[in-house]
């Protein structure tokens, strides 16, 4: 039986109009004015928006694979409904492989984990952590698999490659049109500040973001950048957090470099003053890089204003306080890095963007959705309300209020960053692939996510 929408007002990155959409099966069949009911359930959404089914480029839903007091709180099965409850339809999950392990089996483990577990449809960016010729010959064998997209990291001692391995790993995804995501941060210079404050008994999370400071990531994001130019690759700067940070993007740009900035929410309505809460509180905002200063946050959200900015994921990795944090009592050092927030972007972006004027809802579907979707190769099956696209919409109610609350979140996390926050706009119903998977913020269908599979220019 087909699904008729009728009385809302279908929003993409360019325009908003007042058309109903007809989905039959997994797709949207047809769109118009007044269309006739003919043997279709009607849903009245008359008052409210339909947007495209929001994609999350940058999750860590299974980072160490749930194993030991360093996996993450979250898996699958908890972080996809967090993420549908609320809009968000597909996500990107970083795929980590551990040391010594082929990019293949990394891929195997990370369909185990997810198939027949994720309410939302996903994919993976395959992250390299190390370099060498079995690895290298895997770069080909991941883009006909459908993962057209790799993370490297710059920090971190267990993930990190050197300059001259990001040269050779960008030369081999260039051959194949892939698409490269980089964590930029000098970790040499993290590990020196890090030991120069331990060693100080300098210990508490206040000190996380004296260790990280904006020069650390903007000179490795300029570094990144000289070495994507040597290989004439496009690439993606993922949770880019400082003003520093993007005025050297903006150098590369304007040497006629293409560069894609990926921005989190929490960089844009939270700030390092947390860092200084009492007690240990503190390290509920111990991520990488760290919150930054106001004058970052105003920086930022000018960027996403003009465009310079060009979409905004979560890095959603989900940590408890107790008992995961808290490992870092004596030490801020040992505290695990990331935050939730998988559940929690639409609501913030539509309320501290949307709402203050500051964007347009437009704008939030290209942040959002749209421009994800192309730049990840999945539009436009996903990423816009047309004929022929998955039906992945939200029924987005504009006119709800909420506080955001621990208590009350579906990610299975004892905390939430945004605890306390008000928010106005929610996802009053959610479909995927012409599937009613939520309601007023409840999964009501679960476990119906399934891979999708990106073709790189190179298959085209
Ligand atoms: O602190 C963070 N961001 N943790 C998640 C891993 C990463 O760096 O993206
Ligand atoms: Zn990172
Ligand atoms: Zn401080
Ligand atoms: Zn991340």
Not at 67 to 71: D, F, L, N
Not at 160 to 168: H, K, L, P, V
Not at 205 to 228: F, G, K, N, Q, W
């Given at each position: 039986?087909?699904?008729?929408?009728?009385?809302?007002?279908?929003?993409?990155?360019?325009?908003?109009?007042?058309?109903?959409?007809?989905?039959?099966?997994?797709?949207?069949?047809?769109?118009?004015?007044?269309?006739?009911?003919?043997?279709?359930?009607?849903?009245?959404?008359?008052?409210?928006?339909?947007?495209?089914?929001?994609i999350d480029a940058h999750t860590h839903l299974e980072l160490n694979n749930g194993?030991?007091?360093?996996?993450t709180?979250d898996n699958f099965y908890?972080g996809s409904?967090?993420a549908?409850?609320?809009?968000t339809t597909t996500v990107i999950d970083m795929a980590t492989p551990s040391?010594?392990s082929s990019l293949k089996d990394c891929l195997k483990v990370w369909d185990q984990l997810a198939r027949g577990n994720s309410s939302c449809d996903y994919t993976y960016h395959m992250s390299i952590i190390?370099?060498?010729?079995?690895i290298?010959?895997e770069i080909n064998e991941m883009i006909d698999a459908g993962i057209t997209s790799f993370k490297m990291y710059?920090?971190?001692?267990?993930l990190?490659?050197?300059?001259?391995?990001?040269?050779?790993a960008?030369?081999?995804i260039?051959?194949f049109?892939g698409m490269l995501g980089i964590h930029?941060?000098?970790?040499?210079?993290?590990?020196?500040?890090?030991?120069?404050?331990?060693?100080?008994?300098?210990?508490?999370?206040?000190?996380?973001?004296?260790?990280?400071?904006?020069?650390?990531?903007?000179?490795?994001?300029?570094?990144?950048?000289?070495?994507?130019?040597?290989?004439?690759?496009?690439?993606n700067?993922v949770h880019?957090?400082?003003?520093?940070?993007?005025?050297?993007?903006?150098?590369?740009?304007?040497?006629?470099?293409?560069?894609?900035?990926e921005?989190?929410?929490?960089?844009?309505?939270?700030?390092?003053?947390?860092?200084?809460?009492?007690?240990?509180?503190?390290?509920?905002?111990?991520?990488?890089?760290?919150?930054?200063?106001?004058?970052?946050?105003?920086?930022?959200?000018?960027?996403?204003?003009?465009?310079?900015?060009?979409t905004?994921s979560t890095d959603h990795c989900?940590?408890?306080?107790?008992?995961?944090?808290?490992?870092?009592?004596?030490?801020?050092?040992?505290?695990?890095?990331?935050?939730?927030?998988v559940?929690?972007?639409?609501?913030?972006?539509?309320?501290?963007?949307?709402?203050?004027?500051?964007?347009?809802?437009?704008?939030?579907?290209?942040?959002?959705?749209?421009?994800i979707a192309?730049q990840f190769s999945m539009?436009?099956q996903k990423?816009?309300?047309?004929?022929?696209?998955?039906?992945?919409?939200?029924?987005?109610?504009?006119?709800?209020?909420?506080?955001?609350?621990?208590?009350?979140?579906?990610?299975?996390?004892?905390?939430?960053?945004?605890?306390?926050?008000?928010?106005?706009?929610?996802?009053?119903?959610?479909?995927?692939?012409?599937?009613?998977?939520?309601?007023?913020?409840?999964?009501?269908?679960?476990?119906?996510g399934k891979f999708i599979f990106r073709k790189s220019?190179?298959?085209?």
């Open positions: 039986m087909s699904i008729l929408f009728k009385g809302g007002t279908v929003v993409s990155a360019k325009d908003r109009r007042q058309v109903d959409v007809r989905i039959d099966g997994e797709k949207i069949i047809e769109m118009g004015t007044n269309l006739k009911t003919k043997d279709s359930n009607i849903v009245d959404v008359s008052g409210c928006f339909l947007l495209p089914g929001f194993k030991g007091s360093m996996g709180a908890t409904k967090a549908v409850a609320k809009g040391k010594g190390e370099w060498n010729p079995s290298k010959a710059m920090a971190y001692d267990n990190r490659t050197t300059d001259g391995e990001i040269f050779e960008m030369s081999e260039r051959k049109q930029c941060e000098n970790g040499d210079m993290v590990n020196k500040m890090i030991a120069k404050f331990v060693a100080e008994g300098k210990r508490s999370p206040h000190y996380h973001p004296l260790t990280r400071p904006d020069s650390v990531e903007a000179e490795a994001v300029e570094r990144y950048l000289m070495i994507a130019d040597l290989v004439g690759l496009s690439v700067i880019l957090s400082s003003k520093r940070s993007l005025e050297a993007v903006q150098r590369a740009r304007a040497r006629n470099q293409k560069v894609y900035v921005t989190c929410p929490q960089y844009l309505v939270l700030d390092d003053h947390l860092y200084d809460g009492p007690e240990f509180e503190g390290a509920k905002y111990v991520c990488s890089p760290p919150l930054r200063k106001i004058s970052d946050q105003k920086a930022l959200w000018d960027g996403v204003i003009n465009g310079q900015v060009n905004i989900s940590f408890n306080f107790e008992g995961q944090k808290t490992i870092g009592k004596d030490d801020f050092s040992k505290i695990p890095n990331g935050m939730p927030g559940e929690t972007r639409p609501e913030l972006i539509y309320t501290y963007g949307v709402t203050t004027g500051k964007i347009s809802l437009e704008r939030m579907i290209g942040l959002l959705s749209e421009d192309k539009y436009p990423g816009i309300i047309q004929v022929g696209s998955d039906a992945d919409i939200v029924v987005w109610d504009p006119n709800t209020t909420g506080i955001i609350s621990a208590t009350t979140q579906l990610q299975n996390v004892d905390y939430t960053p945004y605890d306390g926050m008000q928010t106005t706009g929610s996802a009053k119903s959610v479909y995927l692939r012409g599937q009613k998977i939520a309601e007023e913020g409840q999964v009501v269908l679960e476990k119906q220019t190179k298959n085209n």
